[in-house]
């Protein structure tokens, strides 16, 4: 190795060390009744190739953060079973962005990437920014915008099935509250709307809102259990059959249907 190189090597790791230092890595793993994903389930379809209409659909989940020290940068993954894709069980978020404080807000901005490995047609990729305001007597708002950038969002538009539809530019808002309403406590509501690309609309699906309306209680050591309400309007515009037609039409399942879900989650 050059002397110079290795000089220049040395500097770099020296000038590093602080905020390797201040660097922070979390885990998380999760046991959820349901996993619903903006009001929608992803748990839908049975071993018969038939939609599932159990309200009882458990999925494991975690990931990880990394902080880069107090520079504000981040890094991560998430992963959950799903079963919306064929040939797919896996969904794998990767993420990254950049956290600052700017007068009484926090902001946030990133990009996040939703891999299913075993079937890219659900691939989908996203740009978001997110505003959060809290105080301690009235709780926590968060706003956040995600706008997709890759060409479909969800398989949706069916692009990768040669379709020439797109389902860039959909966009989803969403506002969420939080509150510790009495010691360990703590009230969760938000509010989202997914924005679908014209596309996409044009196929009959629509525009929606979805809601999520609960309460978590907090163990201690990083341990907690939640209950919430999930779902989504617009039900008939996302419709699934839940088996076969035996004369009198298939009988049909929204994804969008209202679910109390339980959800365990261990902070590492």
Same mark, same amino acid.
């Given at each position: 190795m050059h002397r110079k190189t290795a000089t220049a090597l040395a500097v770099v790791s020296l000038a590093a060390m602080p905020l390797l230092a201040s660097a922070q890595l979390t885990g998380n793993v999760a046991l959820t009744s349901?996993? !619903?994903?903006?009001? #929608?389930? #992803?748990?839908?379809? $049975?071993?018969? @190739?038939?939609?599932?209409?159990? =309200?009882?659909?458990?999925?494991? #989940? $975690? @990931?990880?953060d990394y902080a880069f020290g107090d520079s504000g940068f981040?890094?991560?993954?998430?992963?959950?079973s799903v079963n919306w894709l064929a040939g797919n069980d896996i969904e794998s978020d990767i993420y990254g962005g950049y956290k600052f404080k700017a007068g009484v807000f926090d902001l946030?901005?990133?990009?996040? =990437?939703?891999?299913?490995? $075993?079937?890219a047609r659900g691939n989908t990729t996203e740009l978001y920014g997110a505003a959060t305001y809290a105080n301690e007597a009235i709780g926590a708002f968060t706003f956040k915008y995600s706008h997709t950038v890759s060409k479909d969002y969800f398989n949706y538009a069916g692009e990768r099935d040669g379709s020439g539809l797109k389902g860039r530019n959909t966009g989803y808002f969403n506002l969420a509250y939080t !509150?510790?309403?009495?010691?360990k406590v703590t009230?969760? =509501?938000a509010l989202g709307y997914t924005r679908m690309s014209s596309d996409i609309r044009s196929l009959g699906y629509k525009s929606y809102v979805d809601y999520n309306v609960g309460a978590a209680y907090d163990f201690g050591n990083g341990l907690s259990l939640a209950g919430s309400v999930q779902g989504a309007n617009r039900k008939n515009s996302y419709l699934l059959a839940s088996g076969p037609d035996l004369g009198f039409g298939a009988p049909t399942?929204?994804?969008?249907? =209202?679910?109390?879900i339980v959800? +365990?989650?261990?902070? +590492?």
């Open positions: 349901n996993y !619903k994903f903006r009001g #929608q389930d #992803q748990d839908v379809l $049975g071993s018969n @190739g038939f939609a599932k209409t159990k =309200a009882f659909k458990p999925a494991i #989940q $975690g @990931g990880f981040y890094v991560g993954n998430w992963n959950s946030d901005f990133g990009a996040l =990437a939703y891999i299913y490995p $075993g079937n !509150k510790e309403i009495v010691p009230l969760k =509501a399942w929204s994804p969008n249907k =209202a679910r109390f959800t +365990l989650t261990k902070t +590492l």
